[in-house]
């Protein structure tokens, strides 16, 4: 059972680049998430998805999209990459039937953007 | 404006005493708090919650308490033993939100236990 898995790991872009990080959860859940973890800043939610089918901003959203595949995967994009993305990225979902904010959270992506 | 606050950044405790790790909230729409430990290179682990109908939670050697008044919670640990070293995050969610793990995150706290 793996739980959260996230690709890749780790990743150097270029400003401008563009990437997608994957998420894939085998748990059965239907909410997903997309955090980022900066130096003093704690977890800020970029966006989310509450079911399949749909999507919503979080606190942070400008600079990527994302896209509800179907129930298991949730992918973030970065369409021209910049610096002041630089940070680690974690997928997380949740599920009916758990504590209520009990969301499990993948290994994460360290993105650098040089 | 920071919601969830954590103002401590570190703490080192004795192995076998209590370590004692604070947060403060100011949005009074959260109705749902939560603590996460993080060790390095892994993501966020559940720890435990607290719901604002309840001022104590406890499961094993993890205590929450809420003070609701104070728009405080703090997490005991008790005792405390190497293997709790790591990064405790205080969160909170607001009953509105459409799915029920939107959290707002604090800062965290990096706690040690010496030996």
């Known amino acids: 059972n793996a739980g959260v898995t996230q690709t890749p790991k780790f990743q150097v872009l270029k400003t401008g680049q563009s990437m997608t990080l994957q998420c894939a959860q085998d748990m059965n859940h239907n909410s997903m998430y997309w955090y980022r973890q900066d130096p003093g800043m704690g977890l800020r939610l970029i966006y989310y998805s509450a079911s399949e089918g749909t999507t919503d901003k979080g606190e942070v959203p400008n600079g990527y999209n994302v896209s509800r595949l179907n129930k298991r995967e949730f992918s973030l994009r970065l369409e021209s990459a910049a610096p002041s993305q630089t940070s680690v990225y974690f997928c997380?979902?949740?599920?009916?039937?758990?504590?209520?904010?009990?969301?499990?959270f993948g290994q994460g992506t360290r993105l650098t953007v040089v | 404006d920071q919601q969830v606050k954590q103002n401590s950044p570190s703490l080192s405790v004795q192995e076998g005493r209590i370590s004692i790790l604070n947060c403060d909230y100011t949005n009074s729409m959260f109705d749902y708090f939560l603590w996460y430990k993080k060790y390095p290179a892994e993501g966020p682990t559940f720890l435990i919650s607290i719901s604002s109908i309840k001022d104590k939670n406890e499961d094993g050697r993890f205590t929450v308490f809420l003070n609701k008044s104070a728009k405080h919670l703090s997490l005991h640990i008790v005792p405390s033993q190497p293997g709790d070293s790591a990064v405790y995050f205080c969160?909170?969610?607001?009953?509105?939100?459409?799915?029920?793990?939107?959290?707002?995150f604090g800062k965290g706290i990096t706690l040690s236990v010496r030996p």
């Open positions: 969160a909170a969610s607001a009953i509105y939100t459409g799915a029920n793990s939107k959290l707002t």
């Open positions: 997380a979902s949740s599920g009916q039937g758990r504590l209520r904010g009990e969301a499990f």
